[in-house]
């Protein structure tokens, strides 16, 4: 069963930085693209930035410019590096993973959520 643990959230002043880390473990084939969302209280999930096999990446315009995604292949790890945070940016962080398990089998998976609180 594969398995992704979240970690790297925490309380931070407004203008300060964190680096969350999201680690894949367990039967994994290969990956397709890894991503960070994130759930602000009484909000929607949103889709923040994305990271894909072929090393493109996207951002959403939120984020763009102060946000930085980012993959470490031999440790099956994504990070997502925070500068300039706002407190529109208070909001749980989660990892998704599209891998395949085998050559013809893919699916997603998602980190357990972290938490991250930008405010004074």
């Known amino acids: 069963q594969v398995q992704l643990v979240e970690s790297g959230g925490g309380l931070v002043q407004p203008g300060g930085s964190l680096r969350l880390s999201c680690a894949a473990s367990?039967?994994?084939?290969?990956?397709?693209?890894m991503g960070w969302y994130r759930q602000a209280p009484g909000k929607q999930r949103e889709l923040i930035a994305t990271?894909?096999?072929?090393?493109?990446?996207n951002y959403a315009d939120s984020v763009k410019g102060r946000f930085t995604i980012s993959r470490d292949n031999a440790k099956n790890t994504v990070y997502l590096q925070m500068n300039s945070l706002k407190p529109e940016d208070t909001a749980v962080y989660y990892c998704?993973?599209?891998?395949?398990?085998?050559?013809?089998?893919?699916?997603?998976?998602w980190g357990q959520g972290t938490q991250v609180i930008v405010s004074s």
């Open positions: 990271h894909n096999s072929g090393g493109g990446r």
């Open positions: 998704n993973a599209r891998l395949y398990t085998s050559t013809q089998t893919w699916d997603d998976y």
């Open positions: 367990g039967s994994i084939f290969s990956f397709v693209a």
